[in-house]
């Protein structure tokens, strides 16, 4: 037979070896539709808000809350907290597999060299003498390249960089995870102080009743069982402010946790000062912008764009592969004769190969990954989903309460001053009894409430910066050359 008719066969056998293999993952196709942006209908629940470019918030928004010493705590818990140090050690799982990604496109080349002394037994010897001993020298090299094709080996480092990327974004939305929490604990641990002031207030404002009930009884004016209700109610304010204690406590410590620290570093934070709530105010370019703000939504996008490329890399197992090994060395009994041609040796060995029949495991692995896709891309439409909602519920809630709480202050005001007004005729004998009873519950309750309402508006700015992303802008990474490509496979 000549070569060239050879050479023909061989080519139409890897001709439908080739086809045999394309056709091996027909029907396996991905359904994830990513969601987009603009077809999401926000401008009825975003309506009337004050649009500005500015709106953005920046890298270090808490600076805005005014309070030096939160900005400290915040750094102190970025540097400190296990839960940075847990997305810092995800981020290098995710960048080593990456690079192990990459090396595995590269050729391998491997040397050895060894000495080996031998003595041969009795049955062993051909002379059977069983004293015969020998030296074997051996020194070689091996390459080995796997031709990558289809570029299977390129998509599977491909989708390793951008889990990595993924990775390195997760970073930044626990470093803002980390920050919101932080600044909301302050925020709480400002407010049990403020619980803590109002509850020690009413128990002074009781035990004055108390007092006054006491001279009421002795003057004949009250009746023991009016003394009996007033010392109910100083035991009453006594247990709210050892509950108020209690709250002012484990705040301290709420926060040390956050700060990665024991609970005594709560001890030794000042007290807060009061908070500035944030302006209401959104960036003119919400929701389109949006997508690169959040550090959820990139890092969803890479995953995204991971998974397609994994699919791309399951593909190319069903085709032929060209793989190259290569040996050369020389070995040798005789130390002088080492190096000669008779000690030399070399292979080399192109091989081909192709799975024709696997019982269905590649098809298997290729669905899996398809499933993964669909996955991620469901993950990406919760995470965009989800944000608009944030900036939504956020923007909503922020843009009343400020009535809320001047409708408030002046229920308080004027709690104040009955009280004041019910106590001077109560102190004077010509009161009732159950008016600065009724008075006195009105205006602890209108206090606790303001300072529910303001504490609330500070945590609603808090989630607002959240939800806006908190000055991430993918720029600061160190793929930055780089973005999430499209979100279709």
Known sequence: ?????????????????????????????????SLEAKNLKAGQSLSGVTLSPAAWPNSDWWKSLGDPQLDGLIREALHDSPDMQIADARAHQASAAAYAADAARMPTVDASAGVTRSRLARDQ????????????????????????????QRDAWEAALGQARAAEVDQQAAQLTLSADVARAYSDLGQA???????????????????????????????QYQFQQTESLEATSEANLIDAEKRLQ???????????????????????KVLQASA?????????????????????????????????????????????SAAAGAQSLLGDAMFGSASRFFNVGPTISLPIFDGGRLRADLD??????????????????????????????????????????????IAQDSYNTVVQRYGSGIGNYLDVLSIEQQLLQAQRQLANLNAEQIDLSIQLMQALGGGFTPDTLASANTSPATLSH
């Open 193 to 223: 102080h403020i619980v803590y002031d109002l509850s020690a207030e009413d128990l002074k404002r009781t035990r004055q009743m108390l007092d006054l009930s006491q001279r009421r009884l002795s003057a004949g004016i009250d009746s």
């Open 1 to 33: 037979m000549s070569s060239k008719t050879l050479r023909t066969g061989f080519s139409l056998v890897l001709l439908a070896m080739t086809l045999a293999g394309c056709a091996n993952y027909s029907g396996l196709n991905t359904e994830g539709v």
């Open 280 to 324: 209401v105010a959104l960036p003119s370019v919400l929701p389109a912008e949006l997508l690169g703000r959040r550090p959820d939504l990139v890092a969803a996008r890479w995953r995204v764009e991971a998974a397609s490329k994994n699919i791309d890399a399951g593909k190319t197992r069903f085709y032929p592969n060209l793989n190259l």
């Open 368 to 413: 899996s990954r398809d499933a993964d896709y669909d996955l991620a891309v469901a993950q990406y439409n919760k995470s965009l989903v989800k944000a608009l909602g944030d900036v939504s519920d956020s923007i909503n809630q922020l843009r009343d309460i400020g009535r809320q709480i001047n409708a408030q202050q002046h229920a308080t005001d």
């Open 125 to 152: 010897d051909p002379t059977g003498q069983g004293d015969t001993y020998s030296t074997l020298r051996n020194i070689g090299a091996s390459f080995n390249y796997n031709f990558d094709l289809w570029g299977g």
């Open 250 to 272: 484990s705040a301290k410590i709420a926060l040390a946790v956050l700060l990665g620290k024991g609970p005594d570093r709560g001890n030794e934070i000042a007290r807060p």
